[in-house]
């Protein structure tokens, strides 16, 4: 007997993936319970080992990393090494059964680098190497000065979870970028495609959902009409709609099927920020509304047991696409422009991993001190 999540994937060529992890999932072995159920990936960030490393279960690999000399910065990322590195030798089995596509555990490169190339090249070439496991993804935020750093690290064979992506127009920035590093990996290989093969290179393109009718739904109110509060839960499902069409659009033609036939892999969009914020949605709005294949949804666990116990399997992600479109012109209209509010998501998102890094480090310094 299959489950919601199984059928996700087997019915709807959707992968599900574990947006949370912790010492604890992995000691106690639910992460792969996860896995048994159907899970295909984990997804990390500041925020979620900020929320992890306030456990106990963290302190005597602490103090040790300490004793030896490491600073809180360097222990905190012992910690998260040796997490991410747990996490990818349980999902390994599934990396290795779906031939490369899925299995991946993907770990955030330094958070106050988001607006520094140079200095995220350099963060995701010593993750990559440090952990060097082939299911591992590094995240970097899509950023203007990311946008150049997934390009050639990309490049480099390096693979990518290219994480904050909140408007169309940067969305078309990540694609090129995508692209452009395959060429560019070509080139190193071989110097041409019939010299290469691209398949060790994999990439997800992360496109934030529930935060964009977070941000549009307070505009829809101050706005305060009947027409307003009726597109009230809609910016979200129809930017990702839009998106995912745009993708389709990309990875077709003749320089996309160039890519192809030396074993490129599409850079699937991946529904982040998909747990409902508004107790008004149902609490599977946004994995309902944007099933489809090439996608992954990337669930936070209280979302992840609500699709498991009642979400529906059916393809949604390019259902009325005109409809959501007219959702966009609609908002347009009223005032509503969507590149100042992507713009202002972006900023907010970098700010929000910023400040839980720090966080997390503040609880490493008092964890430090107790006994």
Known sequence: MTNRLQRLCSEAGQSPWLDNLQLAWLRGGELQRFVDRGVRGVTSNPTIFAKAMQAAIYDEQLHAVLAAGATIEAAYWELVVDDIVAALDVLRPVYDGSDGADGFVSVEVDPRLAHDTEGTVAAARDLWQRIDRPNLLVKV????????????????????????????????????????????????????????????????????????????????????????????????????????????????????????????????????????????????????QLIGPDTVNTLPDATLEAFDDHGTIARTIDRDVESARSVLDRLARLGIKMDEVTDKLETDGVASFIASFDEVLATLTGRSRTS
Do not use: C, M
Not at 228 to 246: C, D, E, I, Y
Not at 249 to 278: C, I, M, N, Y
């Open 141 to 288: 935020p899509a950023t203007a000065a990311g946008l150049p750093a997934i390009e050639r690290l990309i490049g480099e064979g390096i693979s990518v979870n290219v994480t904050l992506i909140f408007s169309q127009q940067r969305y078309t920035e990540v694609r090129e970028a995508y692209l452009a590093g395959l060429e560019a990996a070509a080139a190193r290989q071989g110097g041409s495609l019939a010299a290469t093969s691209l398949s060790g290179i994999a990439s997800v393109a992360s496109f934030f959902v529930s935060r964009v009718d977070g941000e549009v739904d307070k505009r829809l109110d101050a706005i305060g009409t009947p027409e307003a509060r009726a597109l009230r839960g809609q910016a979200a499902v129809a930017n990702a709609k839009t998106a995912f069409s745009a993708f389709r659009d990309t990875f077709s033609g003749a320089r996309w099927t160039a890519l192809e036939a030396h074993g490129a892999r599409v850079q699937r969009p991946l529904w982040a920020s998909t747990s409902t914020k508004d107790p008004a949605y149902p609490d599977t709005l946004y994995v309902d």
